[in-house]
Structure formats: C-alpha cells, structure tokens
C-alpha cells in the first residue's frame, strides 16, 4: 500500500500544473529528477537535517556536476517533494 501510494506521489509530483500557467520560456533539460523526502514523525530531525545536507552536498560534488555539465544539455531538473503523513498532499509550484 505504502509502495502504491509513494508511486501516485512521484506520478503527481512529475506532472505539470497546467502548460497554460506557465509564464517563464521551456528549457530543455537532459534528466527529470524527483526526490520524495519522507518527513513524518518517524524520522527524526537530526535524520530529517542530515538528508538534506546529503541532497546539497551531493549536488554540490565534482563528480555530479561533471556528470551533468557532460550531458547535452549540461542541465537537469531536480524537484524535491517532502510528505509527513497520511493528510492529502498540495503541491506548490517552485518560483
């Protein structure tokens, strides 16, 4: 169940909000990227820190921004969802 529903999640997180209310130009991007971050009760802050930590030094790693400045593109798209439990998700559009 937990499985189904993280997978809905990422489906949802993935489609765009609507091609009409988009106001800034398409760029062109070699890899779509979703993180699904679990945020709820069972993990704790300090693990809740250190994800996100990880997420930024990762990102931040010469390897990966080798990786992507080798792409044709030299550019991805990267969309981090959080969820803390079992209440219907909003997704917000980033700026």
């Known amino acids: 169940m937990l499985r189904a529903t993280l ?3 990422l489906v949802v997180a993935a489609t765009p909000l609507g091609a ?3 106001k800034q130009p398409q760029t062109d991007v070699a890899l779509a990227l979703v993180l699904a971050v679990d945020a709820s009760g069972s993990v704790s ?3 809740f820190e250190l994800q996100k930590q990880g997420y930024a030094a990762a990102f931040r790693h010469r390897q990966v921004l080798n990786s992507i400045r ?3 593109t030299q550019s991805i798209a990267v969309t981090m969802m959080q969820w803390t439990g079992p ?3 909003r997704l917000r559009p980033s700026a």
């Open 70 to 72: 080798s792409l044709a």
């Open 7 to 9: 997978c809905a999640l």
């Open 87 to 89: 209440e219907p998700a």
């Open 45 to 47: 802050d300090d693990r």
């Open 20 to 22: 009409q209310e988009q």
